[in-house]
């Protein structure tokens, strides 16, 4: 069993924040195959500090959800406390703080995987956001800015001293991105030394292989990311079906869940296309069935069309 602060998690694996995918019917449907917690996308300090309706809708969650964890971003202390603050009307049971994101738009502005290449302002950032949080507050990183700084050791002592909860590892460095392999002695080497959960990502492709990297590492649970997108299976010792008509009947549960928590699909349609059609790789005529997925004008046309496959 997990337990970060005083939150015990149902199970040690948890959904990673997936841009453009971990949307709050996803995040329900992988708790529903036995995800333990499920972080929501990335969500600009900014955005929030600014009242930005976009990064507000972000927010959206349900006692279903519980235990539910917002990931913020940013590289201004003042405005990650801020925006910190402003999440807890909305009680969440963590505030997760990335420092791990290497995608270009997000490190270009100092923050994500960019802040592990300064130490001391992480630090200022992490005080900021724990003095104005009443929840737990956790931190996901690399193992550092490139192979010859590998530092996710010191930012995980760095982190622990200065109230962080939790902290996972991301077994690539910031250049790597997501090329490469990930490398698991680093997380075994950053769990070895700390005194708070410290959690893997990387690579996980299967509920096996989870449990495999935690015997492994000793690390105390790990995330998982795009393994998840179209095979939330991967949170379940249930493997995922090897028949059309297994898998449609989760896609089916999956629109139920779009059709009730997002008030207008068809804005996100895109999304949600992307979501489908990754349901679907690796069976027979699959690139036909994505394609016609993407041929759907609305959210209707989706479901019916959907519910001729099988």
């Not at 089916?252 to 992307?274: F, V």
């Amino acid at each position: 069993m997990l337990s970060i602060g005083s939150i015990s998690l149902s199970s040690p694996l948890v959904l990673a924040p997936l841009a453009g995918y971990s949307d709050l019917p996803f995040r329900l449907l992988c708790r529903q195959f036995g995800a333990g917690l499920c972080v929501s996308e990335m969500i600009s300090s900014h955005g929030l500090v600014y009242g930005q309706s976009k990064t507000i809708s972000m927010l959206a969650s349900c006692n279903e959800e519980r235990p539910v964890s917002f990931q913020l971003f940013g590289a201004d202390p003042a405005i990650m406390g801020e925006a910190a603050a402003i999440l807890a009307p909305y009680e969440p049971d963590f505030i997760d703080i990335n420092m791990g994101c290497p995608v270009k738009k997000v490190t270009k502005r100092g923050a994500g995987a960019a802040l592990m290449t300064d130490i001391g302002l992480a630090e200022k950032i992490i005080r900021a956001v724990v003095d104005s949080s009443s929840c737990p507050v956790t931190l996901k990183i690399r193992s550092g800015p490139d192979s010859k700084t590998i530092c996710a050791g010191d930012f995980t002592r760095m982190a622990q001293t200065n109230g962080v909860s939790a902290v996972c590892v991301h077994g690539r460095t910031w250049k790597q991105g997501f090329s490469g392999v990930a490398d698991w002695a680093i997380v075994k080497e950053t769990k070895a030394s700390a005194e708070i959960p410290v959690l893997g990502n990387g690579d996980v492709q299967s509920n096996e292989q989870a449990l495999t990297r935690m015997r492994q590492s000793g690390c105390d649970g790990v995330l998982i990311g795009r393994a998840a997108i179209g095979n939330p299976w991967v949170f379940s010792v249930e493997e995922r079906p090897v028949s059309v008509d297994g898998v449609t009947a989760v896609v089916s549960r999956h629109l139920e869940l779009i059709d009730y928590h997002i008030k207008e699909p068809n804005r996100c349609l895109g999304s949600i296309k992307n979501h489908l059609g990754k349901y679907f790789k690796g069976f027979p005529n699959s690139s036909k069935v994505r394609k016609e997925i993407f041929e759907q004008q609305d959210f209707i046309s989706l479901r019916s069309f959907l519910q001729t496959i099988g």
